[in-house]
């Protein structure tokens, strides 16, 4: 959706080009977003008229740019929330005549300052869906990654929207942003694959305990004592017992 808008200004290329490609890493002063603020709301607005969130129906083989199976997840116990504008991107070229519309009327920084408010109204809107559905609750993590969540203004604007919706006493505390989800996910999975199983015996593991990271660290580190050695063993014994 960013990129679309961006397209439109006719600075990056129309069919591949990204609002990265303009980005200068650097978010929007606080002159524009108060000398444009209400150019900013209408024109957020306009373009979330475009944008729908929802839980995706079933009858759906794809929704947005993406291929979907609402039937598997709904087996598996899994809601699918998605965004689409139009019917499977259908409506990205209103976008891109906004974002051009915009640029011409005010520049550059007017522009990415309504990404940044339609970004985080996105992400209001997704969160508003997932209460719907009883799926957040006051102990929920809300994780966000990529350049449509970190870049600009972003961040400050999620927070200040997830706040308006009264979820969280500090929002600050449960939503974590972050550069790069899927490398830094693999990163800490391959860091505890590489730790699963017992103090003595780090590889393998029991299916029901407790991650023994700290223990093995503690091991590896030489500061655990036979005493502990032996407790960590037992423990690990009864869980097999247990889950046998």
């Given at each position: 959706?960013?990129?679309?808008?961006i397209?439109?200004?006719?600075?990056?290329d129309?069919?591949?080009?990204?609002?990265?490609?303009?980005?200068?890493?650097?978010?929007?002063?606080l002159?524009?977003?108060?000398?444009?603020?209400?150019?900013?709301?209408?024109?957020?607005?306009?373009?979330?008229?475009?944008?729908?969130?929802?839980?995706?129906?079933?009858?759906?083989?794809?929704?947005?740019?993406?291929?979907?199976?609402?039937k598997?997840a709904?087996?598996?116990?899994?809601t699918?929330i998605?965004?689409?504008?139009?019917?499977?991107?259908?409506?990205?070229?209103?976008?891109s005549?906004?974002?051009?519309?915009?640029?011409?009327?005010?520049?550059?920084?007017?522009?990415?300052?309504i990404v940044?408010m339609?970004?985080?109204?996105?992400?209001?809107?997704?969160?508003?869906?997932?209460?719907?559905?009883n799926?957040v609750?006051?102990?929920?993590?809300?994780?966000?990654?990529?350049?449509?969540?970190?870049?600009?203004?972003?961040?400050?604007?999620?927070?200040?929207?997830?706040?308006?919706?009264?979820?969280?006493?500090?929002p600050e505390?449960?939503?974590?942003?972050i550069?790069?989800?899927?490398?830094?996910?693999?990163?800490?999975?391959a860091?505890?694959?590489n730790?699963?199983?017992?103090?003595?015996?780090?590889?393998?593991?029991?299916?029901?305990g407790k991650?023994?990271?700290?223990?093995?660290m503690?091991?590896?580190?030489?500061n655990?004592?036979?005493?502990?050695?032996?407790?960590?063993?037992?423990?690990?014994?009864?869980?097999?017992r247990?889950?046998?």
């Amino acid at each position: 959706i960013p990129d679309a808008i961006i397209q439109g200004t006719h600075l990056v290329d129309e069919k591949v080009g990204t609002a990265l490609d303009l980005f200068k890493n650097k978010p929007v002063g606080l002159l524009t977003w108060m000398k444009r603020g209400k150019v900013i709301k209408e024109y957020t607005k306009k373009i979330h008229e475009l944008i729908s969130i929802e839980v995706i129906p079933e009858n759906v083989e794809r929704y947005g740019s993406v291929p979907v199976s609402p039937k598997t997840a709904k087996e598996i116990g899994v809601t699918l929330i998605g965004c689409d504008v139009g019917k499977n991107g259908s409506d990205l070229e209103k976008l891109s005549k906004i974002g051009g519309e915009v640029y011409e009327k005010y520049g550059l920084d007017t522009l990415f300052a309504i990404v940044d408010m339609v970004c985080a109204i996105m992400v209001t809107r997704l969160v508003k869906v997932a209460l719907d559905e009883n799926l957040v609750t006051e102990r929920t993590a809300i994780g966000l990654t990529g350049r449509a969540a970190i870049t600009g203004c972003k961040p400050r604007l999620i927070l200040s929207q997830i706040k308006e919706l009264g979820i969280f006493d500090s929002p600050e505390e449960h939503i974590a942003f972050i550069d790069d989800g899927l490398a830094r996910g693999a990163a800490v999975m391959a860091r505890c694959m590489n730790s699963l199983g017992t103090p003595k015996n780090p590889l393998g593991g029991s299916r029901g305990g407790k991650c023994v990271l700290r223990e093995r660290m503690k091991l590896q580190g030489g500061n655990m004592d036979e005493k502990e050695m032996k407790k960590m063993t037992t423990q690990e014994t009864q869980v097999k017992r247990s889950s046998s």
